[in-house]
């Protein structure tokens, strides 16, 4: 039986730009949901978001072997980019306090390679006498497979447990990071969209 030739199309650079921009956009206007109208279920989307513009990989084989490709939609549109790093990380202690650092990264030091970047801690904890750190890759990947972003686990182990209950707060955190390292002003970027909302109302009223 002959197999029948299937047509492949290749998406062009400007096509990716489009889809990158759409993809911060969704997450501007989520970040702007949650923070400003208290609509805490877009915490789900910021994860989906930040997943497929940060953490995406797609497998395949090569002689046999299954390999790990970095499919992050930032990478396809700048092959090296650069995020600023860690400032300080969130900490439970033994006796189960949480220590929530004011800002999250450091935008007065040089922006650092995306992959080590994923891979620092920004969660600590010691409970059970067992030290538990979770990188920012783990974070997003365990906020998308266990709490929402695309999956939702009934049963959640400890490291899920802790990303569970403390996602409302980092997702946002590491979603301005993001928005500062590649030279996007948030706020100004909210307002418009804001302005943008209101007038949409309006027009739809004017219609009625």
Known sequence: MEKKNRLVFTRSNAGTKRKFDE?????EYS????ELFDLKEFNNVIAGQLRLILCENKYTRIKREKVTIDNSLIKKINPNPKLYPVKDFIEISKEGNTKIPEELFDYTKPRID???WRNQVIYKSSLGGILQEITILDFIK?????????HVESSLPEKSFMVDEHAESILRCIARGLFRSIGRNF???SSMNLT??????EQSKASE
Do not use: F, P, Y
């Open 187 to 189: 706020e100004e970027h």
């Open 142 to 150: 365990e906020s998308v497979q266990k709490s929402g972003g695309a």
């Open 23 to 27: 993809a911060i956009t969704i997450l």
């Open 196 to 201: 943008h909302i209101i007038k949409k109302i």
């Open 114 to 116: 995306l992959n080590i």
């Open 31 to 34: 970040v702007m949901l949650v």
